[in-house]
Structures are given as C-alpha cells and as structure tokens.
C-alpha cells in the first residue's frame, strides 16, 4: 500500500490523537511487504510563560567549540541533562561573521561519540563543510577555516554524522551565526536591545534529560516532542517597548513545522529568509517555516498598553498528516514600557536580481515522493528516499559543471509527508510552486538553503552553482528522514 493510499484511511487515527491518544496505525502491504504509518501524534504541553527568555552569548573573535555532556538550558526552573557546545549551555555560541572575514575555528570532541560541524547557509569548501562522512572522533579535533562570503543573514550551525544528526540536535548541539555587511548596515534596521534571537525548537524532556528514542512512527514523520523551547528556556517571555523590533527566527526543530502568527492578530512584515534580505517588505499575517528555516522580521508592538501579553503562536495548518493539527503558543511578549519610535522601515532593502530560467543548462528531476516502511531481513525500517535512493557516502549521485545554472525539481506531488530540502554549498532561488500551496511563498521571494514541499506539491529551484568546487550533499532537513536516507550527494567539477 503507497502512503497516498494509506493516508485516507489514517483519518480516523488522526481523529482520535487529538483527545490525547496515539494512533499507532500500521496497514501491511502485498508481496513486497511495505509498511507504513500515519506516525505518533505528539501534542505540546503548553507552560506557564514565567522565564525569561535567555540569550547565548555572542562571540566576535576567538572561535572555538567544545562538544559536550553538559547541564544547561531552562525546563520549569531546572537545567537538563544535555548535549552543549560549551560548558553549561544547551546552545552554542553566538558567531558574528562580517562579509569577507577569514575564520578559523577549532572544535575539540569531548563527546563519547563521533561528530562535526555543518555551517548551514555557508558557502565554504567542501572539506570544510561538515559533511556526514567528514567526522570528529570522540577526543580528536577538528580546525575549520574558510572565509565568510554570504551577503548579510542568519545561518547556523550544528553536528552532520550519517545516522546520528537528529540525536545530537535534539540533544542540544546548535547555534546561529549573524553575517553582516555594508548593504545591510547603511538601512539602520533596529539593533541592540531591539534585534531578538530566537531558535524555536521542541523537545521531549523525561525527568531530567531530553529523551530521544524514536519509534518507526517517529522515523516516518519526524521526532517531535511535547516541549517547546526558545533559545533552551521553556515556555519563556521577554520584555518589550511599544516600538519595532527586528526579530530573527530559526526553526532548529527536527521536524517540526511552525506555523507563525501574533495572538493579537497584527500583521508584521517579512524583511529577510535564509539567504538574507528580500528586495521589498512582504506583509503577512501568518508564516509557515520548515526545519532548517529562518526569518527575518519586523514585529510592531506600538498601539499596545502597558502590561499587555501578546504570544508568538503556531496556528494550525493542514500538512496531510499528524503536523498542524493544533494551536500552541510558543512564547509571551510583554509590554513594560511605552515609547515612541521613529524607525520607518524601508520600501526597498536590498537588490537581489532574478536569475532567468534561460540560463539554466541542465534541469534535473527529484522524487520525493515515494516514502514507506520496510521489512527486511527480519527488521523493519523507513525507507526515505529521493529518486528510490538512499545516501551512499561512496557514491556520487548528481555531477555539476562549476559557474553554471541548474533548475532542480523537488517533486513531491504524490507524497503525503511534509520535506523541507536543503542544498549544502549554495543558496539558491525559488521558481515556481505547483500543486498544495501552489504559489511562492513571501519569504521564498529572496535567496534560499532550504525550501518546505508540502504533500501533493512540487517546487521548482533555479540554483548558480560557483567554482567552489567539489562533493556536497542535498537532503531533507527533517532530520529523521535524513538519518534514514534521505541524503543524495552531488559533485561540484
């Protein structure tokens, strides 16, 4: 049985998760014995909104990482037992980059197991990119060096070993980098106090530990849990003026999608994506934002009084699966002071130019659509694909000439799972969308790293490859699909 047909019959499941149960739904298939589930319903356990929200530290120089068991972030008052980048910390550092900087930046393994480093959004080289093949090993180190070539934006940071990455994340290993440049300063967008952080990510905390056990259903849709953190505070809120804030935002969830919205109902605007600034504002009321995602806002507190409460939530949304099917707040803003602003954001922020799909030499074509359960030898397994293959360290997948332009298909028109695919080594920019939402999205409007296809819908990606030449991988950004295989790799020559 195909998911697409398995899913019509998932709806009574759904149905009865949202009471609290688990749907636990199995359907076996003919002779090739395929299995497949409509996966674990893991609701969020809102809590009270009393922490403040926490910030990590912000490093301009003296680069330098240290995985380890630590103790670190906030759950109802009490630190976990976590994976960190520094003692103490659930989160790494923060980097601030400076276009045209040379970094260098040793990691020192302290871990029991193997690990590295991916900068994602990076354009680095291939040796330095942190690939799943490119490991650590358990009290060895690591120095990584390449200079900082992206435009101003937001990228990040965390460990890549084949088969481990959605532990070690869930565990804690994470953080963002800021890139900033000329362009972007001379808008004098807000900062300081005015520009906020946040790494939304969920967790499924058991005692004092983050627990990260998945079962087939959790590999199928992706491991979600019932707590949701920000920056490694749970449920936290923070502090605002009646003014503009520029706030920047990554989902570093495994698998969760965030369906982004202000409780009191106001619009904000869309300044920036993975890739940096987008050439015009785009105002919108609501946003939804994959995995690996990030966002660039300018959220608007004036006209609000004093102690007024006003959450970040996830609103629903349909996604053809467990995803979505409930409303959550996420964190509370509150208002302490009234203030007047004089910032107006600018009608143009940057000049991004349109790359015309009369330049691409080659199109290539990527189905990922065909997902399932396994059985063999005895064991079951997922079997998360693209193009019916599974990641192969030794083999390369797709060969591209350097200084060219492709346009690559993500075709995910007969899936019923959500896939938010990611391209080491390039940014890239968004086409077309056909089927589902069937329409470029307002922060699809920019540069892109990572793209969300929903179910039934295929997007189209035209991407300038650069002489940064050798092997990369591309892959979907829910980590358990990505632990699972679903992982090509490709050749810059």
């Not at 923060?94 to 393994?109: A, C, E, L, R």
């Not at 690990?115 to 080289?125: A, E, T």
């Not at 919205?261 to 050439?279: R, T, Y």
Request: overall charge negative.
């Amino acid at each position: 049985m195909k998911r697409n047909q398995f899913i019509k019959l998932s709806a009574a499941g759904a149905a009865y998760t949202l009471i609290g149960g688990y749907s636990g739904l199995l359907s076996s298939c003919s002779k090739d014995e395929n299995i497949t589930s409509a996966g674990d319903y893991i609701p969020v356990t809102e809590g009270s909104f009393n922490t403040p929200l926490a910030f990590p530290k912000v490093m301009q120089s003296n680069f330098a990482l240290t995985p380890q068991l630590t103790a670190g972030g906030n759950f109802k008052n009490n630190s976990l037992s976590v994976y960190g980048y520094e003692a103490g910390s659930i989160l790494g550092p923060t980097f601030q980059f400076t276009k045209g900087q040379p970094v260098s930046i040793n990691v020192q393994n302290q871990l029991s197991d193997v690990s590295n480093v991916h900068w994602h959004g990076l354009s680095v080289p291939s040796m330095m990119d942190g690939q799943p093949h490119q490991l650590i090993q358990s009290g060895s180190f690591f120095l990584y060096s390449y200079t900082v070539n992206e435009r101003a934006t937001l990228c990040w940071y965390h460990p890549h070993p084949h088969g481990d990455t959605a532990r070690q994340v869930m565990k804690g290993l994470a953080g963002l980098i800021v890139v900033t440049d000329d362009e972007e300063n001379a808008l004098n967008l807000p900062g300081g106090d005015r520009e906020i952080f946040l790494v939304i990510q969920d967790k499924r905390i058991s005692g004092n530990e983050i627990s990260y056990s998945p079962t087939m259903n959790d590999v199928m849709t992706g491991f979600m849990g019932e707590s949701v953190f920000v920056n490694g505070i749970y449920a936290p809120y923070h502090e605002v003026s009646t003014v503009q804030y520029r706030i920047r935002v990554l989902n570093g969830s495994n698998a969760r999608i965030y369906h982004l919205a202000l409780s009191n109902g106001k619009s904000f605007a869309v300044i920036g994506s993975d890739g940096g600034l987008l050439s015009t504002p785009q105002t919108v009321n609501s946003i939804l934002l994959g995995p690996g995602e990030r966002l660039d806002l300018i959220v608007d507190f004036s006209g609000q009084n004093l102690n007024d409460e006003i959450f970040l939530l996830s609103k629903t949304f349909d996604a053809g699966t467990a995803q979505g099917l409930q409303e959550f707040r996420i964190m509370k803003f509150v208002v302490n002071k009234i203030e007047s602003d004089s910032f107006q954001l600018p009608s143009a922020l940057s000049l991004i130019t349109l790359l015309p799909e009369s330049q691409s030499v080659a199109s290539r074509n990527f189905d990922i659509s065909n997902q399932g359960m396994n059985m063999s030898g005895g064991h079951m397994h997922g079997s998360h694909t693209i193009n019916d293959l599974s990641y192969d360290e030794s083999r390369i997948d797709e060969t591209v000439a350097k200084n060219t332009i492709e346009v690559w298909t993500f075709d995910n028109g007969q899936g019923t799972e959500p896939h938010p695919m990611h391209l080491h080594g390039v940014q890239f920019q968004v086409l077309d969308r056909t089927g589902g939402r069937n329409a470029v999205q307002p922060h699809e409007t920019g540069w892109k790293d990572t793209v969300l296809v929903m179910p039934y819908e295929k997007v189209r990606v035209i991407i300038p490859f650069g002489a940064n030449t050798g092997s990369f991988v591309f892959h979907c950004h829910n980590l358990e699909h990505e632990d699972d295989g679903m992982m090509l790799q490709y050749e810059i020559t």
